[in-house]
């Protein structure tokens, strides 16, 4: 038997942030970052709660990736406030730490026996899906830990396009390609379903048909809206069906070298497809059946199974190409000397990171250094 879980509620489109107006809360906790407030997001959101008279303090000092010492912080200022409703506001960083910082506080204190406050999640960038995932990643040191437990899973996620109109095109660009990338490594997941893979599938189309027009003209509000849904219907993918060693790789890449965690995906999605595939093989694997499947729903060329992958990879290729994205480590500022000393390191802890296990072919140390080492160069895709 088999488990599809759905959670949390959804309301989409512009002006969903409406729904605040409805929920019962006394006392609100509002997590979000400094770019909120610079942008007026965080604004819009405190209108509504002194509109309805309520009181609130707002947390807005969470930091890109969020280490332990954010989510202690935030354990310390919502211990003393304790809220009934809780809203965070930001993109997967923030989500993350409110996430991290709810369970921590139940885990730690259960003797308060205070009921778990309603939690709001309300993406501002179009990229990890975070409203809708049981996951949270938190820093450690230079490691980059997932939690995954359903208790993180948000009670409401509001996904309205106007807020993500400021993210600009870099980011637009590196939190895209995390959307692919969490389609793609659900798809092929051990624990995929049909359910996983019909959400996989329109997010991958939507990825391909609008976010090169985010990227151009962020203030397109239909292309917007389109990644902002594809993100969420991606999140609901792999929080069900979990992901691989892209994220595995990229998680080590992006804890070691602070590379933002969409860009460490999009250099590292390539290589790891073909290997999945095994393009330098036989190209037979189910992995591989299912790019030729999405190729082919792309209306891409994919008359034989390498035709559909190598379809695959060249269209990843010039999606990067046309956002100017790096097209291998070796164009970000990681430094060629510390890559190869850090390298031993990031691949044992790609090895024990929790989506590792999914991955649609299982790799050693070797295959996992050899993945990184083609990254470097981003030009060997097809060589993997
Ligand atoms: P982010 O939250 O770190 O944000 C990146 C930058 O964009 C920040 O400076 C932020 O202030 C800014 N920003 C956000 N929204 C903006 C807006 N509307 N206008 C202007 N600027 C804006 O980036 P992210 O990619 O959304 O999240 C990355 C984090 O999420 C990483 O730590 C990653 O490991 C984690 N993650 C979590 C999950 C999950 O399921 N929980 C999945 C994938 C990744």
Redesign the pocket.
Known sequence: MSEFLLKPRLRFGQDALAVLTELPASNVLLVT????VK?G?ADRVTQILRQRGLAFQTWDDVV???DIATVVRGMKLMDSCYPDLVIAL???????AA?AVIFALAQTRPDLSRERPCFVAI???S????EV?S???VKAHAE?LVLVDPSLLPDIAILDPS??A???PA?TA??GM?VLC?ALEAYVSRAASDFSDALAEKAVQQVFRYLPTCWRNGHDLLAREKMHNASCMA?MAF?NASLGITHSLA?AL?GVFRV???RANALLMAQVVAWNADYQGQCDTQAAHKYARLAHLLDLPAHTLREGVTSLLVAIQALKDEMNMPTGIVDTDVVAVDFDLRLAEMVNQALRDNCTATNPRTPDAQALTELYRHAWSGSAALDC
């Open positions: 970052d400094k770019m909120m942008f997001l890109a990736d969020p930001g993109g997967g960083s923030v989500i993350d996430k993406p501002t960038t990229g990890t899906g975070s995932t996951f949270s990643v980059k807020l993500v400021s993210v600009p980011i590196d939190t995390d969490h999140g929080t998680h992006g933002p965690h969409g």
